[in-house]
C-alpha cells in the first residue's frame, strides 16, 4: 500500500463518516485522485462502501498498527542563553507563551494524539520539571554531560528508547496540532524562508525525501520544529549516533549532523508547515514580539527591578544578552536609553560565601579611587548589581608585560591609598569555613587532604608569627576581573572577597587566578616591588600562594558539591598548595624553622 492510500485509512480511523471530498481537502488530493484511491482501497479489501458511506475493514485496521506512534522524547535539558535573565529561573521549556507551558502545550498534544509515553530528557534546573511527572505521568531522564556537550549527547542518552517515536524539542510552540495517533514516515518538520537564511536548509526529491542538508541558503525550506523517526528509521540511526558519539571532537554536534552525513542510508522526508504554525523563538526579543505580555509583565524579578530602578516599562529594556558565566556569579547585559549596563546576579551557595554587606561597603570605600566601574545600583542584601557597561574594553593580557605592570601598579595604588573598611580577610578562617562547608555538603575531598592540611597549618603558624602589615586588599585580582579601556587604563572591578588583609596576598592571589608559573611570579613581584622583593616578602607571597590555592580548591569542591561544574580547576588549585609549601619551607632556614616550631 502506497502512502497516498495509507493518509486515507488514518484519516478514516480518526472519523469514518469523511466524504471523499472531506479527504481531498484534508489529505490536499484532488478530486479525481481520491477517488481513484478509494477504488484501489477497496480492491485490496481495506475499504467498504456501506450504505451510509464507508468503512474500513479488520485488515485495514492491521495494515495500520505499523504505523502506531510509540512514544515521544522531548530534549529538554539545555540552558537557553539567549532567553536570560529569564533561564536563570526557569528552563526554556518551562517559560509561558500566550499563557501556557511550552512543553505542557506539546504533551497536551501528544495525549490528544492518545501517545502517552513520553520521557523528557531533562539537565539544566532538572528538579523544576519533576512536577510533570505527576500532571500528566511522563518519565524523566538526566543527561548529565548537558553543559558540555551538544544534543547528540541528549539523544544518544535515549537511544534505547527509539522506535516509532516523536523527537521533540520542549521550547518549541505549534499553533496547531502537528502529532498522529499514526504516523507513515520519517519526516522532520520544514518551513520557508524568504532570502538568505543561516538556518539548516533541505533539498529534497519530488516526493519530498530529503537528499541534502546545507546550512545556509536563499529562499529555502529549512528544519524547524518537530522531527518523527520511524522504526525503521531508528533502527538505522542508532548506531551511526553511537559511533558518532565515541569519536573525538563531536561535543558540539547535533544529532542532525548525523542525519546530515547520512542520508544516503538514513530516509527522511519533509513535513512542509506554513510560517505561522511552528516557533523557535530564538531570543527573547523574538518571544516579545510573538506574546505581548513579555513586554511589560515578564513576571521576572530583575527585569522588573531593572524597570523600576531606571524608571522605565520593560520593553524599554533592550539588546539582552548572556554574558559568560562566572565562578560564583550569573551576568548579563541590557541597554535602556542607548547606553549598555551589566547585571550581576549570585550564583548558587554564593549567599553562604560572601557577606554582601561587606562587599557594599568595600565598593563604596573604593568608589573616589576611580580605579573601578560606576556601579549604578547595589542591593547589599541580595548581592544584585548593576553597572555601566565599558564598551571596547577587554582582560587583562598577561603575556604583555606593559599590561602586568600597571596591573601591578593599580594594586600598589589601592594598598597604599589609606583606605579602610571595618572587615577583614582572614584566610586561616575562610579555609576553616569552606571546609566545614565541604564537610556539611558531602564534598569529594582529596585522598591526602588531611595530610595537606597539617601542612597548611604549619604555614599558617608562620604567617601568625611575622609582623604583618594590613592593607585594603581586592583579593580577587582575576585576569577577568582587570579591564583595559581602549586608552590603555585599568579598571579593578568584583569587590565580593575585598576586606583589610596583608596586601601582598593580592600578588599571590592574580598569580593563581592566572595560573602564573613561577617565572611569571617572580615578575609581577619585581613590578611590585620596584625591584626584587626582600626574603620576606617573598615568603610571604609563597605562602599566601600555598594557601589560597588550598582555599580555592575547597571553595570549587564546595560549589561542585552544588552541582557546579569546574573542570580542572580543583586540581590546579591544589598542586599550587603543594608546590607552595615546599617553595616556602625553602625560604625557611633549619634555624627560622625550629624557632617557629618552638613559637
Not at 469523511?18 to 488530493?29: P, V
Not at 592540611?453 to 599558617?460: A, C, V
Not at 610571604?540 to 570549587?556: D, H, T
Not at 580543583?570 to 634555624?591: P, Q, V, W
Amino acid at each position: 500500500m502506497n502512502t497516498d492510500g495509507l493518509k486515507i485509512i488514518r484519516e478514516l480511523k480518526k472519523n469514518q463518516s469523511l466524504t471523499q471530498r472531506d479527504i481531498s481537502a484534508l489529505c490536499d488530493f484532488s478530486l479525481g485522485k481520491t477517488n481513484k484511491l478509494f477504488t484501489l482501497l477497496m480492491k485490496e479489501d481495506l475499504l467498504m462502501k456501506t450504505s451510509t458511506g464507508y468503512s474500513l475493514s479488520a485488515k485495514a485496521h492491521e495494515v495500520m498498527e505499523d504505523y502506531l506512534v510509540d512514544n515521544a522524547i522531548i530534549l529538554a535539558a539545555g540552558f537557553g542563553s539567549r532567553f536570560v535573565p529569564l533561564t536563570y529561573e526557569t528552563p526554556k521549556g518551562l517559560l509561558e507563551v500566550c499563557g501556557e507551558r511550552m512543553i505542557e502545550r506539546q504533551i497536551q498534544q501528544l495525549l490528544e494524539m492518545s501517545i502517552t509515553d513520553i520521557t523528557i530528557v531533562v539537565g539544566y534546573l532538572k528538579e523544576k520539571f519533576d512536577y510533570l511527572i505527576d500532571k500528566y505521568g511522563v518519565k524523566l531522564i538526566y543527561n548529565a554531560e548537558y553543559d558540555t556537550k551538544n544534543n547528540l549527547s541528549t539523544l544518544y542518552h535515549v537511544r534505547h528508547l527509539l522506535k516509532n517515536t516523536y523527537i521533540l524539542s520542549s521550547d518549541n510552540y505549534m499553533t496547531k496540532n502537528l502529532f498522529n495517533t499514526y504516523e507513515l514516515h520519517s519526516w522532520y518538520t520544514a518551513v520557508k524562508t524568504e532570502g538568505e537564511t543561516a538556518e539548516w536548509c533541505l533539498t529534497t526529491d519530488q516526493k519530498d525525501k530529503i537528499k541534502k542538508i546545507e546550512v545556509g541558503g536563499v529562499d529555502s525550506w529549512h528544519m524547524y520544529g518537530p522531527v518523527f523517526f520511524s522504526k525503521k528509521f531508528s533502527e538505522k540511526i542508532v548506531p551511526l549516533l553511537e559511533q558518532t558519539y565515541a569519536q573525538p571532537g563531536t561535543e558540539d554536534f547535533y544529532w542532525e549532523d548525523v542525519l546530515k552525513q547520512n542520508l544516503n542510508v538514513l530516509e527522511m522526508y519533509v513535513n512542509r508547515q506554513p510560517e505561522d504554525t511552528v516557533y523557535e523563538f530564538e531570543s527573547f526579543e523574538e518571544l516579545r514580539e510573538f506574546d505581548a505580555t513579555y513586554r511589560d509583565h515578564s513576571k521576572n524579578q530583575v527585569l522588573s527591578l531593572i524597570g523600576s530602578i531606571f524608571n522605565i516599562r520593560e520593553e524599554e529594556i533592550k539588546g539582552i544578552q548572556p554574558l559568560k558565566l562566572g565562578m560564583t556569579n550569573k551576568s548579563f547585559l541590557f541597554g535602556v536609553n542607548d547606553r549598555k549596563y551589566i547585571c550581576r546576579l549570585p550564583g548558587e551557595g554564593t549567599e553562604k560565601l560572601i557577606n554582601r554587606e561587606e562587599e557594599h561597603r568595600s565598593i563604596e570605600a573604593v568608589i573616589p579611587l576611580n580605579i573601578t566601574e560606576n556601579i549604578v545600583y547595589m542591593d547589599a542584601n541580595s548581592g544584585i548589581k548593576i553597572s555601566e557597561f565599558e564598551t571596547d574594553a577587554r582582560s587583562l593580557d598577561i603575556s604583555s608585560d606593559l599590561e602586568l605592570f600597571s596591573s601591578m601598579k593599580t594594586l600598589h595604588k589601592l594598598h597604599h591609598s589609606d583606605i579602610t573598611v571595618s572587615h577583614h580577610f582572614d584566610i586561616e578562617k575562610n579555609i576553616q569555613y569552606y571546609e566545614e562547608l565541604c564537610n556539611k555538603n558531602n564534598a569529594n575531598l582529596f585522598e591526602d587532604y588531611l595530610s595537606v592540611r597539617t601542612k597548611m597549618d604549619e604555614l599558617i603558624t608562620i604567617l601568625n608569627k611575622l609582623d604583618l602589615p594590613s592593607a585594603f586588599s581586592h583579593i580577587d585580582p582575576h585576569l577577568d576581573n582587570f579591564l583595559v579601556l581602549p586608552n590603555g587604563d585599568l579598571k579593578l572591578i568584583d569587590w565580593e572577597y575585598a576586606g583589610m588583609c596583608d596586601p601582598v596576598i593580592d600578588l599571590s592571589m592574580f598569580a593563581l587566578y592566572g595560573h602564573l608559573d613561577h617565572e611569571q611570579l617572580e615578575k609581577i613581584m619585581d613590578f611590585y616591588f620596584d625591584g626584587s622583593p626582600t626574603n620576606d616578602e617573598r615568603l610571604r607571597v609563597y605562602i599566601y600562594m600555598a594557601l589560597g590555592g588550598f582555599l580555592w580548591a575547597m571553595w570549587a569542591q564546595y560549589k561542585q558539591a552544588l552541582g557546579v561544574k569546574f573542570g580542572d580547576y580543583t586540581l590546579n588549585m591544589y598542586r599550587y598548595a603543594k608546590n607552595y609549601y615546599k617553595k616556602s619551607m625553602g625560604i625557611l632556614t633549619e634555624d627560622q624553622t625550629y624557632e617557629f616550631a618552638k613559637k
